[in-house]
């Protein structure tokens, strides 16, 4: 019996009405013959709620507890939906994640999956049953306690359900028709793919385009697993969505597929940095010791032994950065002048695997900035990627006039 | 190290803040030497909204499914208690049914307690935890499903950790100071009892006085549990709350010391009833198949081979009670004239172990409701206990003058 995944996120399973909405849904693809794994998220707002519980309680929780409260909410929804898909005569029942088992890790709060037995499900399947409701987002640790695996980790619950169980495809129902050019909201012009490559997905994902967990895409890339991100809330013919997939599988894009951006950034600049070999090192040791995600990075040309180094990270990191750093100068690992920070700046990418085989992007990307006179304080770039820090307010014009310079409204 | 179990029920636990207070009882009890099992329902109201929800969408519901969702306030509860007191720097760590493991029989929604084994606790103990938070009502069955125990089922699975634990005592925060001799708010001279029997208990606990489970009462009997039941919102000492103990505890008390009832009672009357032998079972067994809990039953005189048979039962039970006569009869199992419904009755018992060694308690009782003029229409009787069922108009009138007539204002 060919598998499906379909999950629902929290829009998606709000409401009992709308549970019965997504129920239909998986009720339909029974019909069409699937069996199918669902993976639901909690009601929207559960989790924040219980998140918001957790810290009041303690600022610095013991992440096992946390993991303990946080994922209740997903367990409500699983069982209701089972219930509700039984009402509809579609044989089915919820699991939690220490039922399946999902194993994962002892990285609670964080937890990475480590294997998905699927002889309890397939067992089930061979007895009749036509739906297992998963409880998604949370897993159970070799110490057999119950973990969870990150903001957004219902995504990657999915795709490692199809993964291990090699479903046909996984999809995604959330409150986005799909995956947009850009964000529509800051252009009219934004346009919906109708295909997208992992790779470029996880480029928009980790630059902040919402719609997948970052660690989603990642792993439907390494297990090649067909993703399709889809609308809970209209009605969705064959062709409806975005399908993440191989490259192989798009025939004709743009050289560039999107323009991603992201307003939290903030620019940080070390002066005066003592140059010596392994400088960087003794730098970028302390902060990602510190947990601080450093984006961009560039070493200015260094002057008579002494060099600015700047870098950039989400801004709500810049504290702990300027702690990790201070705390390296005191203990005399690293020696600069001073350090200036610029929290006014955001991050603005133009994506595509086009680039792979196009030159001349950056060059376009660049000339189209300075048509709207936006000066790009930082550049970065990757295979299928150009990232600029700009001043946070040409945030929507720069988006505008990218969009408009890769012709992205309309497609290939 | 000394064991004691604690239970905090939903108003003890409805807000972060009261966790905290509770919290701050079971810190006490740590400091005074203990070792603890704290036992959490969910905070009040969760479990009403759960039980709704599963309503809503399956009136009929998969009772496997019901207890998946209902279950998950709980959690939530002993997740935040154990991080509560870790902020009060107490070694704590929480446990659902599933990891204790408290294992039940299948019987969804209403399971039976069959294991507890204590050595995954103790093994924690030993490693130095103070604390064990468990969440109530919830335990694992035999196939790997979370299965509840009943409504109120937290005070259930209080007593059955006292008992597998050996616990010194089973403390019931709840909100109440205690059991009384009667309802304070239908006399105000109804007075807290310092200690109960558990047969008293169990039967004023039966009787719809809803201090505590009837389930937990009959457990802490069977192990003699010495359970306290006290209030979460007030200072208590030593003495406070009441003691539910084996009678050789109690050195003096009255003769009756309590006075209980319940406001749901219907009584049924089946009219010229085929009198033959074995009639009776022929008429409640059915009644017992369809899940009606019959309570006091009188067969009136027989005359030419028919009788009048009347029974009592909770009000919310007559629909069904009505069906499965109706059908035994259509299918010829039993043969009676009519069925007569008075839906306008209540139940009224007096109460005490007092009553196996004093004589003329009955007609004591008695000669009080007819001082009022109270006519009785159906009487049962059991070592310990006198029930009547009067019409529900004169309840309030009854439970004061019963009160006044066995003096219970003032303590033995």
Chains 1, 2 share one sequence.
């Not at 010791?289 to 990191?317: H, K, L, W, Y």
Request: hydrophobic share 45%; net charge negative; glycine share 8%.
């Amino acid at each position: 019996m060919p598998l499906l995944v379909m999950k629902f996120g929290g829009t998606s399973v709000a409401t009992l009405d709308r549970i019965r909405r997504a129920a239909k849904r998986v009720g339909r693809e029974v019909a069409n013959g699937y069996d199918v794994i669902v993976i639901v998220s909690a009601m929207s707002g559960k989790t924040n709620e219980l998140v918001g519980w957790v810290n009041e309680t303690s600022p610095l929780f013991d992440a096992r507890e946390y993991d303990a409260v946080v994922s209740s909410g997903e367990n409500v929804t699983a069982g209701l939906m089972a219930l509700t898909l039984q009402e509809m005569d579609v044989p089915a029942r919820s699991w939690q994640g220490w039922q399946v088992p999902l194993k994962t890790n002892s990285a609670h709060a964080a937890a990475r999956i480590e294997e998905i037995p699927t002889d309890n499900l397939m067992a089930k399947f061979g007895e009749g049953m036509k739906v297992a409701v998963v409880a998604g987002f949370q897993g159970i640790s070799p110490e057999g306690r119950i973990t969870t695996l990150g903001r957004g980790g219902s995504d990657t619950t999915a795709v490692a359900f199809a993964a291990a169980f090699g479903a046909e495809r996984c999809d995604i129902y959330t409150d986005v028709d799909g995956v947009y050019t850009t964000d529509p909201r800051i252009t009219k012009k934004a346009r919906k793919l109708d295909r997208i490559a992992f790779e470029e997905m996880l480029e928009l994902a980790s630059l902040g385009a919402k719609v997948l967990q970052t660690r989603s895409v990642e792993l439907a890339m390494r297990y090649n697993v067909r993703l399709r991100v889809l609308s809970s809330f209209e009605d969705n013919n064959e062709s409806a969505g975005t399908l993440v997939c191989s490259e192989e599988e798009i025939v004709e894009s743009n050289v560039v597929s999107g323009v991603a951006f992201s307003r939290d950034e903030t620019k940080m600049t070390l002066t005066a940095v003592a140059d010596k070999p392994g400088i960087a090192a003794a730098i970028f040791g302390p902060l990602a010791d510190a947990g601080v995600n450093v984006d961009m990075i560039i070493q200015n040309v260094s002057d008579e032994g002494r060099t600015d180094m700047t870098f950039s990270c989400p801004t709500d990191q810049v504290r702990r950065a300027e702690k990790a750093l201070e705390d390296a100068k005191s203990s005399g690992d690293i020696d600069f002048g001073g350090l200036k920070i610029d929290g006014d700046v955001c991050k603005v990418s133009v994506v595509g695997i086009g680039m792979r085989s196009h030159a001349g992007v950056a060059a376009r990307m660049f000339k189209a900035l300075r048509d709207e006179s936006i000066n790009i304080k930082v550049i970065a770039t990757s295979e299928i990627k150009i990232s600029v820090l700009i001043d946070r307010k040409y945030l929507e014009l720069a988006v505008q006039a990218l969009h408009d310079a890769f012709g992205l409204e309309t497609a290939a």
